[in-house]
């Protein structure tokens, strides 16, 4: 399809989208959070929706992700995590040293693990908190503070790509800001997965 064609159809398939919105960014949250939040950011930019209902959406579908492996960690049977911490790839014995930290610093790990997508493996933490047997009120509350300042820096982040969207007036241009902003989104969030994970790795699992 021609590229003026592409523009033209676009909005088209936008307004289809439009009384779903808060449901794809509800799902969005669930899977991938962190980019989500950014696209989201971006088209608070661009008028597609206010920013509280947005915000707010995109928090509760985080949350519900947590919540999620929360239960699975508190609930599943050994074999079931261990399949899981094997998948992400992790080793039982680095599990057990997490579910010990928790034991000891759960609010401490909560929060920082929130607002730096759990240390490079976010799922494992977010397991060995309901493994650890993390009082759910403490763990929703710690996630809920966390993800209230996560989600508020990434949709700003978005938001200062859709302001020089914007601004830019070739179509050329405004595509190459877009395929920009996803590059750097998926290499950003790779490389800070990746230190934080090192981080975590050398300071709290030895």
């Known amino acids: 399809m021609p590229q003026n064609e592409l523009l033209a159809v676009l909005p088209h398939f936008l ?3 439009a009384p779903y919105k808060y449901l794809l960014i509800f799902c969005g949250a669930l899977f991938e959070g ?15 929706f206010p920013f ?6 995109l928090i509760a579908g985080d949350l519900a992700a ?7 960690g508190r609930l599943a049977r050994a ?12 080793t039982h014995e680095s599990f057990e ?15 920082i693990s929130k607002i730096t997508t759990g240390f490079g493996f976010a799922v494992l933490t977010l397991l060995a908190a309901g493994a650890a047997r993390v009082p759910f009120r403490r763990y929703l509350a710690m996630n809920f503070l966390g993800e209230f300042i996560w989600a508020g820096m990434l949709m700003w982040v978005g938001y200062l790509f859709g ?3 914007v601004h830019v007036s070739d179509v050329a241009s405004k595509i190459k800001l877009v395929v920009g902003m996803i590059a750097l989104v998926v290499m950003g969030t790779w490389l800070f997965s990746k230190l934080a994970k090192k981080f975590f790795a050398n300071r709290l699992m030895h």
């Open 15 to 17: 307004y289809f989208l």
């Open 34 to 48: 962190p980019v989500v939040m950014m696209i989201s950011g971006f088209l608070v930019r661009m008028g597609t």
């Open 52 to 57: 509280w209902p947005a915000y707010f959406v």
């Open 66 to 72: 947590d919540i999620g492996w929360y239960g699975l």
């Open 79 to 90: 074999r079931v995590i261990n399949m899981v911490v094997t998948f992400f790839g992790a």
């Open 97 to 111: 040293k997490l579910e010990k930290i928790f034991n000891k610093h759960d609010l401490k790990i909560l929060f």
């Open 163 to 165: 302001h020089a969207y």
